[in-house]
């Protein structure tokens, strides 16, 4: 009989170890998810990224790049240069991933998109309205150094979309002249949609790439979502942390 019991009792906290185990597993699989939001609600939208202090994913600067900062006016806040848009202001913070997001003061911050339409400057491209010759031209470039915040803030329109990529931001960081982070922002998928049904960007439709099968954001996306808030009346403002390592 002792015997017996000692096996009962045995098995019995067998079990009990394992319903202990599994409950306790569970919570801290879910605390382990990444976690990005975005909800939309009469025209406005707000939108978090997850966000932490490692360095931004790298990605391709092709294939619109162009080396402006030889030229002065190319150094400003206001890079639309006449271009039509939903109003967008892009605020990015530059810090450094090696030093617990420590500001970084002085760094250059190049940054280029396409316009409502798709089609970049200082370059020759096809497009939906056709073959677009922009070479000369610099709208929806900028470059600026960082304040003692490590911010950078442009005036911009939201960008449109062309074949083969969703919407996106290109973004280059300078530490004393030496490039040090290349990186694309992207943007909600709801956001993208509802922009795009509005008046002036509708004539051009919807994109069927979204960020999730885009072929710079699939692997990264919510690493690289900006936060952003407004309307497609008054325009947006977003916000973005760029993490370097220094």
Known sequence: MEKKEFLKRKEFLKNTVGIIGLTSIIPLLDACKKSDSSTTTSGTTTSTGTTGCVATPSETAG???YDLSSNSAIFRTDITEGKTGIPLSLTLTIV?????????SGARV????????????????????GTQDNTGKTFLRGIQLTDANGQVKFTTIYPGWYTGRVTHIHVEVFINS?????TQVAFPDSLNTAIYNTSLYSTHGQNSITNTNDQVFSDSYSSELVTITGDTTNGYAATFQVGVAV
């Open 63 to 65: 294939p619109y790049p």
């Open 96 to 104: 450094n991933s090696n030093n617990s997001c420590a500001a970084i």
């Open 110 to 129: 190049d940054i280029w998109h396409c316009d409502k339409d798709g089609y970049y400057s200082e370059y020759s491209e096809p497009g939906y309205l």
């Open 178 to 182: 030496v490039l040090k982070a290349t």
